[in-house]
């Protein structure tokens, strides 16, 4: 496994949060994960500054194909606030 940090210099490495921004490849199977997770519908899309155009296109089209197929977690995505069940249990 490998990480990829495609920035200029290290104070891109990390967002506004402090979370490193990388790509996580599985080198043995040539996978980029990062990319498997939105194009199975397991993640959402998020872009950053140090992102070239076509990654950002690449990452867009995969999202859209997820959310068109109605994969992983897409068919229970919603934009209704519920209220909070406090009777739920960790």
Do not use: C, H
């Amino acid at each position: 496994m490998s990480v990829l940090v495609p920035v200029d210099t290290p104070s891109n490495l990390f967002d506004r949060f402090g979370r490193a921004v990388a790509d996580i490849v599985l080198s043995s199977q040539n996978i980029n994960l990062n990319q498997w997770l939105v194009k199975e519908g397991w993640a959402f899309t998020d872009f950053y500054d140090s992102m070239s155009n076509e990654e950002i296109l690449l990452l867009k089209g995969k999202g859209n194909d997820a959310s068109n197929s109605q994969k992983g977690i897409i068919p229970s995505y919603t934009k209704e606030l519920v209220r909070f069940d406090f009777n739920l249990l960790f």
